[in-house]
């Protein structure tokens, strides 16, 4: 019998005090704090109460809070009276990392230099070029024959990963994962001791992720947390094989909009709608027509909040060509980038299929 997929509970259902945010996901509430003090240059503490080193998130002590309620307010009025209920206007959009917004232009402004897009000529990499740029459908075959063609990526019924990466305040841990088409993960990895040691055997130290269908599982020294809605189809395209093979199947639509450039190198941007409906946009390496960017947007009532992936150093493997170094960038000021860096990719193995279980 099929798993149905658990349904996520609203932020008022699990948390206290929630005047602003009703009806939000659950998955969303942590994001959209990150990106509200990352929009600020704010902390937790700055708007929280913090009790015994710990945020009282429920407490209403602090004006900032309050000040902050109405701020959203005043964005979701904006969004719905003049952005037809789009999370067009944030934080982000005054703020620009700062606690008050800047009303006036900083002087001297900058002179404009000859042949700028003020100019009268529109810019080779401008949307306005459109006849210059393929098709989406010319650019993903392209992408389908640099990392192997398609008769090398259907013959892929799973891969074991082993490596490194870093966490998020940059230390490098042992890294491995599993996966199986077409719906399920598996990834481990332990955090070191105090002194910097390997602490496994330790379940307070141990992280793991799992997919398994419609169904997943964050298991932290926390305890475990059940994935759903949104956050789990999330949670599957941070995995390896499902973020990078099969594109066409994970999009509903999909078009060309500019060219841009990612380390001197010209890329096609993708501008695409999943099927769950979320927006993504992927970028496209002109040259050798490998997948170089993802950049997902998180909609919710207050932002659409980026998660932005980097693929570098790709590799053969069984006749396709993988990346071995993965970088997840977040909207968190608390946290650096995590980088995964593959030593060891190997497809069609034997996989131990107890890994996918609840943890």
């Given at each position: 019998?099929?798993q149905?997929?658990?349904?996520?509970?609203?932020?008022?259902?699990?948390f206290?005090n929630?005047?602003?945010l009703?009806?939000?996901p659950?998955?969303?509430?942590?994001p959209?704090?990150?990106?509200?003090a990352?929009?600020?240059g704010f902390?937790?503490?700055s708007?929280?109460?913090?009790?015994?080193?710990?945020?009282?998130?429920?407490?209403?002590?602090?004006?900032?809070?309050?000040?902050?309620?109405?701020?959203?307010?005043?964005?979701?009025?904006?969004?719905?009276?003049?952005?037809?209920?789009n999370?067009?206007v944030?934080?982000?959009?005054?703020?620009?990392?700062?606690r008050?917004?800047?009303g006036?232009?900083?002087?001297p402004?900058t002179?404009?230099?000859?042949?700028?897009?003020?100019?009268?000529s529109?810019?080779?990499?401008s949307?306005?070029?459109?006849?210059?740029?393929p098709?989406?459908?010319?650019?993903?075959?392209?992408?389908?024959v640099?990392?192997?063609?398609?008769?090398a990526?259907?013959?892929?019924?799973?891969?074991?990963?082993?490596?490194?990466?870093?966490?998020a305040?940059?230390?490098?841990?042992?890294?491995?994962?599993?996966?199986?088409t077409?719906?399920?993960?598996?990834?481990a990895?332990a955090?070191?001791?105090?002194?910097g040691?390997?602490?496994?055997?330790?379940?307070r130290?141990e992280y793991?992720?799992?997919?398994?269908?419609?169904?997943?599982?964050?298991?932290s020294?926390?305890g475990?947390?059940e994935?759903?809605?949104?956050?789990?189809?999330?949670?599957?395209?941070?995995?390896?094989?499902?973020m990078?093979?099969?594109?066409?199947?994970?999009?509903?639509?999909?078009?060309?909009?500019?060219?841009?450039?990612?380390?001197?190198?010209?890329v096609?941007?993708?501008?695409?709608?999943?099927?769950d409906?979320?927006?993504?946009?992927?970028?496209?390496?002109?040259e050798?027509?490998?997948l170089?960017?993802?950049?997902?947007?998180?909609?919710t009532?207050?932002a659409?909040i980026?998660q932005q992936?980097?693929?570098?150093?790709?590799?053969?493997?069984e006749?396709?060509?993988?990346p071995?170094?993965?970088?997840?960038?977040?909207?968190?000021?608390?946290?650096?980038p995590?980088?995964?860096?593959?030593?060891?990719?190997k497809?069609?193995?034997?996989?131990?299929?107890?890994?996918?279980d609840?943890?």
């Amino acid at each position: 019998m099929a798993q149905s997929a658990p349904t996520e509970k609203t932020v008022e259902r699990v948390f206290k005090n929630i005047k602003v945010l009703n009806g939000m996901p659950q998955s969303q509430l942590y994001p959209t704090m990150r990106f509200m003090a990352a929009s600020l240059g704010f902390q937790c503490g700055s708007c929280h109460v913090i009790k015994n080193g710990f945020v009282d998130a429920s407490v209403d002590d602090k004006p900032e809070k309050r000040t902050a309620r109405d701020m959203i307010r005043m964005v979701l009025d904006i969004n719905k009276n003049f952005a037809e209920g789009n999370p067009t206007v944030s934080c982000y959009t005054c703020h620009r990392g700062q606690r008050t917004p800047q009303g006036v232009p900083v002087l001297p402004l900058t002179v404009p230099s000859p042949g700028s897009p003020s100019g009268s000529s529109a810019s080779p990499t401008s949307p306005d070029s459109k006849r210059q740029l393929p098709s989406a459908a010319d650019v993903l075959n392209k992408y389908l024959v640099a990392i192997g063609g398609k008769a090398a990526t259907d013959r892929i019924t799973n891969c074991v990963v082993k490596g490194t990466t870093t966490t998020a305040i940059g230390q490098v841990v042992a890294y491995e994962a599993e996966q199986v088409t077409p719906d399920k993960g598996h990834e481990a990895f332990a955090l070191p001791d105090a002194t910097g040691r390997p602490c496994a055997g330790d379940s307070r130290c141990e992280y793991a992720r799992v997919i398994n269908g419609r169904q997943g599982w964050l298991k932290s020294g926390a305890g475990v947390q059940e994935l759903a809605g949104e956050q789990l189809g999330d949670q599957k395209l941070s995995f390896l094989l499902f973020m990078i093979l099969k594109l066409k199947d994970q999009y509903s639509s999909m078009r060309v909009s500019s060219q841009d450039k990612i380390d001197g190198r010209d890329v096609y941007v993708l501008s695409a709608i999943r099927f769950d409906n979320k927006r993504e946009r992927l970028y496209f390496d002109v040259e050798n027509g490998l997948l170089r960017r993802r950049i997902s947007y998180m909609s919710t009532i207050v932002a659409a909040i980026p998660q932005q992936t980097d693929f570098e150093d790709y590799r053969e493997v069984e006749d396709l060509k993988l990346p071995f170094m993965i970088t997840v960038s977040s909207v968190d000021r608390g946290s650096l980038p995590i980088t995964r860096k593959f030593a060891e990719i190997k497809v069609n193995v034997r996989v131990n299929q107890s890994k996918f279980d609840r943890p």
